[in-house]
């Protein structure tokens, strides 16, 4: 009773408030149009670093070069700025949870262990509050992922900006797969060794056999049979076992990530591995393995208390250098803006800034198979990008114009709000009257 009260209470306070919390994201409108950045240094991220011209044209990059003709294009006076393709976080559950702490505003985590017919599509708001206040960090495009369970859901790459899921859609999916383990979970995890044991081998027993019957599924449905008889759980993993959508295996401590390649090496699958967070130590097996690896998050604390505390800054730039091709993700909900930073810091720890630039914009995309429309700036290519007025890498560079498959997106959130109210208060005056 006390549970269906609180419920009922929330419910009423959400509807109350909602007016006011809509109101909140109606900053300034979009703006869709041709536009001419000129004189600007341009982090192409493919073809090095031009001082060039940008034409933007019909939400495309129209044009790269000098003596643009910018038709009746809007001028954009960018000398002394810097111009990057949108960042792409490949890890996140933007726009799938807005508080953590009220079960009603989340909806990344579906009841059961295996769903991976949960779509994150469907469930993506549109106008959560976390999304303007990424946008305003330069990152334009993210793979939004449910979680909980050992099949989740299906994931979908999202452009940040749109007025349903289906305008927002990038047009790449995935199934999640959170491969079980056998280690503590946490340093809150109080199980004893044998207790994590039989966990870890009721989980795999309930992966494989799901795997098997999935298998058998797509074998009859591959002949042709039982058309009529349609499965939710299995008719989601036919686009994997078809090669149609990738398998991305969340896992991290390094003996796990051991018996995920060792499960996965007779599957002939499009798999990309996540977390990884250990990689660093099994860099060889990884690589021989030949898996694409989304890292992170990057700030974060060592998996065991005996490591080095820079760890995870330099898991990347580990990975990177045994030739293993990796992009960093922050595997966040409200603080994806943080992405910038994540990069920052594994090109601080041996990535080096070119490489982390790389692993947060056409890397992500290669391994999406997005980089034919967004990943760097190249004529035909979505015209998601923004200017900065230096490296974004660091915390004091400001974003001043971010554009969304050529929609000239406000640069506004209630980050700014909030600093614009409070910059500009004058102490004491309102007490005094």
């Known amino acids: 009773m006390n549970s269906y009260l609180y419920k009922i209470t929330i419910g009423l306070f959400t509807c109350l408030t909602l007016p006011f919390a809509v109101q909140a994201q ?5 703006v869709k149009g041709d536009f001419f950045i000129q004189s600007a240094e341009l982090y192409t991220v493919t073809n090095g670093i031009l001082e ?5 044209r019909d939400g495309k990059i129209a044009a790269i070069g000098e003596d643009i003709d910018p038709g009746d294009a809007e001028v954009i006076d960018a000398a002394g700025k810097r111009v990057y393709p949108g960042f792409i976080d490949a890890g996140t559950r933007l726009g799938l949870s807005e508080i953590s702490s009220v079960s009603m505003t989340t909806d990344f985590n579906e ?46 790459a999202i452009h940040l900006f749109g ?10 999916k995935a199934v999640i797969l959170v491969f079980p383990t056998s280690v503590r979970t946490s340093r809150w995890d109080r199980r004893s060794a044998e207790k994590r044991q039989e966990d870890y081998e009721n989980r795999m027993k309930k992966l494989n056999d799901f795997w098997e019957e999935a298998e058998r599924y797509h074998e009859i ?28 295996v969340e896992v991290n401590r390094a003996a796990d990530i051991l018996k995920a390649l060792e499960w996965l090496e007779e599957k002939e699958l499009d798999v990309v591995l996540t977390g990884v967070a250990e990689g660093w130590r099994v860099t060889d097996e990884i690589a021989e393995a030949g898996y694409p690896v989304i890292a992170g998050p990057v700030l974060q604390t060592p998996s ?15 990975m990177h250098n045994a030739g293993i091709q990796v992009a960093i993700r922050t595997n966040e909900m409200e603080n994806v803006r943080n992405l910038p930073f994540n990069a920052g810091f594994a090109a601080t720890y041996g990535l080096g800034v070119e490489r982390a630039l790389e692993a947060i914009t056409i890397v992500p995309a290669q391994i999406l198979g997005l980089d034919d429309q967004i990943g760097s700036l190249e004529v035909g290519k979505l015209a998601n990008l923004f200017i900065a007025d230096g490296d974004p890498f660091e915390p004091r560079t400001q974003i001043e114009r971010v554009f969304i498959r050529g929609w000239d997106i406000p640069i506004e959130s209630r980050h700014t709000q909030l600093y614009n109210q409070f910059i500009e208060r004058v102490p004491g005056a309102q007490l005094e009257d």
């Not at 060039?52 to 933007?56: G, T």
């Not at 005996?306 to 800054?313: E, H, L």
């Open 52 to 56: 060039a011209d940008l034409l933007i």
């Open 304 to 318: 065991r208390s005996y490591d080095r505390y820079d760890r995870p800054y330099a898991n990347p730039a580990a």
């Open 111 to 156: 009841q059961g262990n295996l769903t991976p017919y949960a779509q994150a599509l469907t469930a993506i708001n549109p106008n959560s509050v976390p999304i303007p206040v990424t946008r305003v960090g330069g990152v334009t495009t993210v793979l939004s992922a449910p979680s909980g369970g050992i099949f989740p859901g299906t994931a979908a």
């Open 163 to 172: 007025y349903t899921p289906d305008q927002m859609y990038a047009g790449k």
């Open 26 to 30: 109606l900053f300034g409108e979009p």
């Open 221 to 248: 449905r591959e002949k042709g049979q039982n058309e009529h008889k349609k499965l939710a759980s299995y008719e989601a993993m036919l686009p994997v076992f078809r090669g149609e959508k990738q398998l991305f």
